[in-house]
């Protein structure tokens, strides 16, 4: 597995990195289209792209980082038959290298369901071991999602 930086993604990368989107994450969450896609990477600001690819350079793994409100926000989005062998801290190491502090979104509960009907796991446990801090009293609920403010910070290591 190697980790390739990019500000720019091709119209493939786009493609192959919404599938992993739907495929991954609850079904809630979904982008219909590649235009969905698009609107939602155009709404980010300062975008950094971090792609996991394997020999053959497919996309395993995608994470990114952009400014949201003055903060530095991030996401991670691995193919679940790579998860609990390292890749997501691989991922995680390298956007911590650019930063001093990162902050997202994390669903905390096991009722969400993914595209092909299998539970989505939460992935909490994951940033506890890593660093990351859990904000229990900031939330997003909507429609589409449930999820924690979880934060990291490079001061407090």
């Known amino acids: 597995m190697r980790i390739v930086q990019k500000e720019v ?3 493939k990368e786009k493609e192959n990195l919404r599938q992993l989107w739907n495929n991954e994450y609850p079904a809630k969450l979904k982008l219909e289209t590649n235009e969905d896609f698009e609107l939602y990477l155009n709404g980010l600001s300062k975008t950094k792209h971090y792609l ?3 020999e053959s350079d497919k996309i395993d793994g995608w994470a ?3 400014l949201r409100e003055n903060e530095d926000w991030f996401a991670i989005i691995l193919k679940s038959e790579i998860h609990g062998r390292g890749n997501g801290s691989l991922l995680m190491n390298e956007i911590k290298k650019n930063a001093t502090s990162l902050n ?3 669903i905390d509960h ?3 369901v993914k595209k092909n009907a299998t539970l989505y796991n939460s992935p909490i446990q994951f940033y506890e071991k890593i660093g990351f801090s859990i904000c229990k009293e900031i939330r997003i609920e909507n ?4 999820a924690v403010k979880i934060n990291w910070n490079a001061e407090k290591i």
């Not at 429609?143 to 449930?146: A, G, I, R, Y």
């Open 9 to 11: 993604l091709s119209l």
């Open 52 to 54: 996991l690819l394997d």
């Open 64 to 66: 990114f980082t952009f």
């Open 104 to 106: 997202g979104w994390v």
């Open 110 to 112: 096991e009722n969400e």
């Open 143 to 146: 429609e589409k999602l449930s």
